[in-house]
């Protein structure tokens, strides 16, 4: 018999509905049965976790799952090796820098010596390095927006996508940092049995992305 290709999804979230849509829409069943942790599909070789989007790309380097769906800004945050196998086109967003409305940004240079609150801290030291900016940086796990009104910070650096959190918490966004969207993730040293099964899911990944063009 062959074995079941393991994939981590999303428990719940904003990648959750898109992510079993997609593979719905593959013709692969799957049932996410309410507080389930896992879910084998009654018609195609595969498993499903339901996790953390954060814990999801250090399974798939592990090989817990052989593949995942996460954000792109999660994935590369997140620094495991792990391959990109494809970009999904859901879940698009970006990573900003935003600072209170009312003062101005001259480009990097503004940022000079300030303090950024983030969820972010690679991706946005990679940023300041790459413009020569030293500035400090807040780590903070959530509610990222609110850093600059209770004094923690200056700035922060956080997932946008419509901005009407920024707004409403009287910032303006000022510097696009990183575009993101699901992406599709694999782990280096698949089987080969697992490799043929991904090649068929791609197939279809493919064929219902060619459909909704
Ligand atoms: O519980 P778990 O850890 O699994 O989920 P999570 O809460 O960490 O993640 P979740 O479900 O919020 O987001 C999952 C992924 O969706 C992110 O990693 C991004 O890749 C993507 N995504 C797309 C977003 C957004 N859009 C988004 N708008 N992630 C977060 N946001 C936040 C943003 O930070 C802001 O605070 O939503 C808020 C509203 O955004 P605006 O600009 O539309 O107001
Ligand atoms: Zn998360």
């Known amino acids: 018999m062959m074995q079941n290709i393991r994939i981590a999804i999303q428990k719940s979230g904003r990648l959750s509905e898109d992510s079993i849509d997609l593979f ?5 069943k799957l049932d996410m049965g309410k507080g389930r942790l896992k879910s084998v599909s009654s018609n195609f070789n595969a498993e499903f976790l339901f996790l953390r989007d954060d814990d999801i790309p250090g399974y798939v380097e592990d090989g817990v799952a052989d593949l995942g769906i996460v954000g792109e800004n999660v994935l590369v945050e997140s620094a495991k090796k792990v391959n990109l196998v ?14 209170p409305r009312e003062e101005s940004f001259e480009g990097p240079q503004s940022l000079q010596n300030k303090s950024i609150a983030t969820s972010y801290p ?3 030291s990679k940023y300041l390095k790459e413009n020569g900016i030293k500035a400090n940086i807040h780590e903070i796990s959530g509610s990222v927006e609110i850093a600059p009104s209770i004094g923690l910070a200056d700035a922060v650096c956080d997932i946008v996508s419509s901005g009407s959190t920024l707004l409403s918490n009287g910032l ?3 510097q696009e940092i990183f575009k993101s969207e699901a992406v599709l993730i694999g782990n280096k040293n698949l089987s080969a049995e697992n490799k043929s099964i991904l ?15």
Request: a positive charge; charged letters at 35%; hydrophobic letters at 40%.
């Open 86 to 99: 494809k970009k999904l086109g859901f879940s698009k967003c970006r990573l900003s820098i935003a600072i």
């Open 172 to 174: 303006k966004e000022v």
């Open 199 to 213: 090649e068929k899911i791609l197939f279809r990944i493919n064929a219902v992305q060619k459909a909704q063009d």
């Open 24 to 28: 719905k829409e593959c013709g692969i």
């Open 122 to 124: 690679k991706l946005l």
